[in-house]
């Protein structure tokens, strides 16, 4: 029986004991652990995002990090947990100590966002729901306050963002506080779903909103008059870092200039294979010109996001219904998934686990852009494979699924961005391979995030150790890499300009999409050529996912092993 498989409870061990005290610990410093995984914690809380909490949270990792290096494995779930835990702390060590944490600000996946982002997740059904998210916004400015004070720290210490960054978020945070914003429009919709409440709750949301949204001008006047006056202009990170945020994304230590190279031969080889399949939708055609067919062609397309929101939720229940009965075991409570429209308009598509319990099922969340209004199915259809099944939701939910075998840190907080948007990918060509995408349409959509990821390897890489562009004229900036992503993928010019902001912000994270991919067809193409005839497509499926969440080098070891 492999390690996961629901059916025989496994004894729990010191390390596992060590590994759910760390949740523990993890969900009373920061609350947005608590509602991300569905355990009970200070949900009307935030964590404290000031120096001082900063510094709890790091002698928290320390005293973890002890504990764990002197209690021995018992057996390979052990060995997993105790090496990637590990790991996780000791990255947590370096990155704090190289002063990360002072300039934490980028438009995607910093306090800014995160803040806000929590009430996403947080239940609303009930009245008791909406009195924890009341009181939730009647904290926020302490988060907000203690963020701002990390941020001066940095100011002090030298320790700046990318002035492009703080100028980002200056404008999210005043798109979340105007009046037709996230906080009022999330209050006001209270009523109309979960009934009539009591007034007096009424006024404390209103209220809520109102000191919330004020908190975050607070936040867009701070970033404005008193972070970006002395914010780097410099948006590279540099090698060290870079390559520090590479091993965090990862799990993995890769050559970077090796990588670099491999990006822009998948990027060619990406390019082929779109004209290749252009050619079948219209005879001679370019890639442009084949888009420009499908763009026009009305049954191609989805009007409005309530369209948009019923077929990814269509798709994705055909697929798991389709899937389940053939190439992949799929335990009940995975069979659910909702898709959803996100209630903020930046960009970005995105996938959240279920809940411990699978009170809260998993969902694919997509924050469409403001003026967006038109969808491309074709373009798309992979995007609901990458996220739901066999991508996102398989490999996460299964994890959830897997109680019996794995721990809470194992089940739901495990894993790097290489392990699960590795995986994404990998089953995006997988669903290519069992004949979803035989439409040459779909194929060309795939592919064209396919290509994406591909260039931004090239980019990210490029960006942040000061590469020569690829027509030799200079090094990369902004303008460069925004003209680069144009001409290697097709999204919007909203969605292309965040995507850049993004990269430029979050170095190390964009390519571990494609380098975890190719880790992933790495280890299957390896373990099939060593098991040959016997070897078993869905058995290795099953046997990599029932490891939950691990660093790619971890899964190597054990796939390998």
């Given at each position: ?5 629901p ?20 969900a ?16 009307g ?13 790091m ?15 018992a ?10 835990l ?42 008791a729901?909406?009195e924890?998210?009341s ?10 306050d203690?963020y701002?004070?990390?941020?001066r ?26 009046p ?25 949301l ?10 975050y ?11 970006a ?22 799990g ?89 429209i ?7 598509i ?42 996102h939701?398989l490999q ?44 040459p349409?779909?194929?060309l959509?795939m592919?064209?995030?396919q290509?994406?990821?591909?260039a ?10 000061g ?13 460069y ?38 880790i992933?067809?790495q280890?299957?193409?390896e ?9 078993s ?25």
């Amino acid at each position: 029986m492999t390690e996961g498989t629901p059916h025989a409870q496994r004894i729990s061990t010191p390390i596992d004991a060590i590994a759910e005290k760390w949740v523990v610990t993890l969900a009373e410093l920061n609350p947005d652990i608590a509602v991300w995984i569905g355990i009970p914690g200070r949900v009307g809380e935030f964590a404290d995002h000031s120096p001082a909490g900063h510094e709890e949270y790091m002698k928290a990792a320390r005293r973890a990090i002890t504990e764990l290096e002197l209690v021995e494995i018992a057996d390979h779930v052990d060995r997993v947990t105790k090496t990637d835990l590990l790991a996780e702390l000791r990255l947590a060590v370096e990155a704090s100590e190289a002063g990360l944490w002072k300039r934490d600000v980028n438009v995607i996946a910093s306090p800014a966002q995160e803040i806000r982002e929590t009430f996403d997740l947080m239940p609303h059904a009930s009245e008791a729901d909406w009195e924890a998210i009341s009181a939730r916004l009647a904290n926020l400015p302490g988060a907000i306050d203690g963020y701002i004070e990390t941020l001066r720290l940095g100011i002090r210490e030298r320790q700046t963002p990318a002035r492009r960054q703080v100028l980002e978020v200056i404008e999210q945070a005043r798109r979340n506080a105007a009046p037709d914003g996230f906080f009022f429009s999330f209050t006001g919709n209270a009523s109309t779903e979960s009934g009539k409440f009591p007034a007096s709750l009424g006024v404390d949301l209103a209220n809520g909103a109102s000191v919330a949204a004020a908190a975050y001008l607070k936040l867009a006047s701070f970033l404005q008059n008193e972070l970006a006056p002395v914010a780097t202009e410099h948006d590279a990170v540099g090698r060290d870092l870079y390559q520090l945020q590479s091993r965090r994304f990862l799990g993995a230590t890769i050559d970077l200039d090796e990588t670099y190279e491999w990006g822009i031969e998948e990027l060619q080889r990406m390019v082929a294979e779109q004209t290749s399949i252009a050619r079948e939708i219209k005879p001679g055609a370019s890639v442009q010109e084949a888009i420009s067919v499908l763009e026009a062609d009305p049954s191609r397309k989805l009007y409005g996001t309530d369209a948009l929101q019923k077929w990814m939720q269509q798709l994705s229940d055909t697929a798991i219904d389709e899937l389940s009965r053939t190439h992949f075991d799929v335990p009940d409570p995975v069979r659910r998934l909702e898709c959803m429209i996100a209630p903020t308009h930046e960009g970005g598509i995105y996938y959240t686990s279920p809940s411990d319990d699978f009170s809260r099922a998993g969902r694919m969340w997509w924050s469409v852009p403001e003026g967006v209004t038109e969808f491309d199915t074709w373009r798309e259809k992979t995007t609901v494979y990458h996220e739901g099944i066999p991508g996102h939701h398989l490999q996460l939910g299964q994890a959830v699924y897997n109680r019996a075998k794995l721990n809470t840190w194992r089940r739901q907080l495990a894993g790097t961005s290489g392990h699960a948007e590795g995986w994404a990918l990998y089953a995006e060509r997988l669903m290519q391979d069992l004949g979803y995408l035989d439409d040459p349409a779909d194929r060309l959509g795939m592919l064209d995030g396919q290509r994406m990821r591909a260039a931004r390897v090239v980019l990210d890489i490029g960006v942040h150790l000061g590469k020569q562009r690829l027509d030799a004229s200079g090094h990369w900036d902004f303008d460069y890499a925004l003209d680069f992503m144009r001409k290697n993928c097709s999204m919007n010019e909203p969605s292309i300009r965040f995507e850049v902001n993004r990269y430029f912000g979050w170095p190390g994270q964009a390519p571990s999409y494609k380098v975890g991919q190719r880790i992933w067809e790495q280890l299957r193409d390896e373990v099939s050529s060593r098991e040959g005839a016997a070897f078993s497509m869905k058995q290795f499926h099953r046997r990599a996912l029932d490891l939950g969440g691990v660093g790619l080098d971890t899964l190597r070891a054990e796939l390998l092993g």
